[in-house]
């Protein structure tokens, strides 16, 4: 089936650094969403990408569909303590309207 | 207004018996979904509610497991009976069916342990 190849896995970052994490996939996408889960909630979502090389941002994020439709990536400016999460890169729709695909992760830490 | 919630937040039983997940989606979303983390995996799609009916099930695991979405309100899921390989967070989703994006939101899940 769909699989998404997201990395790193897991970074560990110092306070106002920036952070750039990306999402692969063997085929194409129509649209690409990235989702973040604080602890012990839900994933909230942050972006959503619908065009092939779309950059969008939502405050110190940053979020770009790739050209080839395969691939996106997120940056994350200026880190803080609450950008402390995993980070997710999702799949929406295709076979099944609605079904969500996730990425494995990537896991962030930020010291102060 | 008030977001999905999930019902119990966390629970412990042992191989073999019943376990039974209730979520309770954002008033007026049509949409309901099931999802679930088992440890070390991805959040993976378990099945799709469009009022009561059952869209999608095609991530539903076997026959241990029943989903229902009476009145087209709230939904449980049912394990029956339990397994070790049960375990992990199980996310409920619900969204509008409307819009460009449709977003989900996500309810804050259900630990599951079977021991």
């Known amino acids: 089936g769909q699989q998404l190849n997201q990395s790193p896995q897991s970074m560990f970052i110092q306070e106002g650094e920036d952070v750039s994490m990306n999402c692969t996939s063997s085929?194409?996408?129509?649209?690409w969403l990235w989702y973040k889960q604080d602890p012990g909630e839900g994933p909230v979502l942050l972006i959503a990408l619908y065009k092939a090389g779309e950059l969008t941002s939502n405050g110190r994020l940053t979020a770009q569909f790739g050209i080839t439709r395969k691939d996106s990536f997120l940056n994350i400016s200026a880190s803080i303590p609450s950008d402390v999460g995993i980070y997710f890169c999702?799949?929406?729709?295709?076979?099944?309207?609605?079904?969500?695909?996730f990425g494995q992760g990537t896991i962030l830490t930020v010291h102060p | 207004e008030a977001g999905v919630t999930q019902f119990p937040s966390h629970s412990v039983i042992e191989k073999g018996q019943t376990v039974t997940l209730r979520c309770d989606p954002i008033?007026?979303?049509?949409?309901l979904y099931w999802y679930r983390r088992v440890m070390g995996k991805e959040i993976k799609f378990l099945l799709h509610?469009?009022?009561?009916?059952?869209?999608?099930e095609s991530g539903m695991p076997n026959n241990r497991f029943l989903a229902e979405r009476t009145g087209g309100t709230y939904s449980t899921l049912k394990v029956q009976p339990a397994e070790l390989e049960d375990s992990g967070v199980y996310f409920c989703?619900?969204?509008?069916?409307?819009?460009?994006?449709?977003?989900?939101?996500f309810g804050p899940g259900t630990r599951l342990t079977v021991l």
């Open positions: 509610f469009v009022k009561e009916s059952k869209q999608d």
């Open positions: 999702v799949r929406a729709g295709g076979t099944s309207y609605g079904k969500l695909t």
């Open positions: 008033s007026g979303h049509d949409n």
């Open positions: 085929s194409i996408f129509n649209t």
């Open positions: 989703a619900s969204s509008q069916g409307r819009g460009r994006i449709d977003e989900q939101f």
